[in-house]
């Protein structure tokens, strides 16, 4: 096994820009993902939801909102009144969006909705500035920079208006992650792109994002759900059909993408010998903010509260 050889490939893919695109796997995930990853985890994007009020008027925009299950949520909160914005840049999946959330939106002439498809970040920038109360961004900050695409949350919400962030972490699927490791170790050649994704350590990462951004922190918390996959081969089926391994079909070698699954799973039924069992931890954090009300310019009252002067 050599790591040092296969540090040596990343490093000749990173100097070639050769750089693995998210969007085929979830575009192959998209018909799969409401019965993979949106029955274990959405439970947990729903929470985070909770963390952010949502009330009828509110503009609310919505960063890779994949097959709509938050952007149902919020049309629900939205009860009728005000907006959504909401972007993904996975055609798969804005399909499954749109069968989905739009039943829920004819009916109320109020509720203005709009799904677009394209890149977060070139989405986001192309709004006014001031103009949402609240935004959204689920298992998806992780392909931006994130404290860039933060500064554009801030600049877009208005005063006080509120921000959430769902992502996973660095160390989710470890058992996973570290056997495909070994198996690039042991055959560099076999990674013919990088996955670029910015996984945060933990929610104190993301926080320092948000402050970065010039948003202040409301709530951060780490999360852990086992994922209901007990053998090798229902490991590797979740974390494909969940979007869980988005980036995986463009890093590796086309042609050999059987031999690399086929090495990962025996890696995993080898620690299933060992260990008797094989738990897989989606590790996450949630991280809602809101962007700050500018003090008015004055003196205190005699009640401790500023009047203006001048």
Known sequence: MSRLGLAARALRLTLSRAHADPTADYDAASSDYDTYFSPVMGGHSTAALDEVPVAPGDTVVELACGTGHLTAGIIRRLDGHGA????????????????????????????????????????????????????????????????????????????????????????????????LEEVFADDPSLLTGLIRVALPKDAAEVARWFTKAGLSVDVQRDGSQVIPAHTPAAVLEWVQRSGAAAGFKTAVDRGREQLVLRRVEEGLADLLRREGRLDIEHTFVTVTGHKPVPSRQGRPDARGEEVGVG
């Open 84 to 179: 959504v914005l909401a972007v993904d840049k996975s055609i798969g999946m804005l399909e499954v969006a749109r069968r989905k959330v739009l039943p829920l939106v004819e009916p109320s002439p109020g509720l203005h909705l709009e799904l677009s498809d394209g890149d977060m970040e070139g989405f986001i920038a192309g709004l006014p500035t001031g103009s949402a109360d609240v935004v959204v961004v689920g298992w998806a900050i992780c392909y931006a920079k994130p404290a860039r695409l933060l500064a554009q949350v801030e600049r877009v919400l208005r005063p006080g208006g509120h921000v959430m962030v769902i992502e996973t972490r660095a160390d989710a699927h470890r058992a996973l992650t570290t056997r």
